[in-house]
């Protein structure tokens, strides 16, 4: 079992900036993708950014440019820097990982969530 703990979230205005972290526990395999979802009130929830293990990085256009996400193995936490934030990009940010070994299942693992607002 893994669990995901994130924290960073809060209230900024735009223009502003706030680092979320995620760290896992537990049984992590050497195959997996680390992501972060994000949904606003009244919207499906979107992938904003995911890292793979191997360092591959990918992002919504929506945020090219602004966001960044990176991950220190030694601690098991990846991170998502949020540069430029517009008031759409306020919402609930969640952090995902999927793992598997060479061979076996896919298991997906989400954390609780953080708010992220931002004020006009």
């Known amino acids: 079992q893994v669990q995901l703990v994130e924290s960073g979230g809060g209230l900024v205005q735009a223009g502003g900036s706030l680092r979320l972290s995620c760290a896992a526990s537990?049984?992590?395999?050497?195959?997996?993708?680390r992501n972060w979802y994000r949904q606003a009130p009244g919207k499906e929830r979107e992938l904003v950014a995911a890292i793979t293990s191997g360092g591959s990085t990918n992002y919504v256009d929506s945020v090219k440019g602004r966001f960044t996400i990176s991950s220190d193995n030694a601690k098991n936490t990846v991170y998502l820097q949020m540069n430029s934030l517009k008031f759409e990009d306020t919402a609930v940010y969640y952090c995902n990982l999927n793992t598997r070994s060479a061979y076996g299942p896919e298991y997906r693992y989400w954390g609780q969530g953080t708010q992220v607002t931002v004020s006009s």
């Open positions: 537990g049984r992590i395999f050497s195959i997996n993708v």
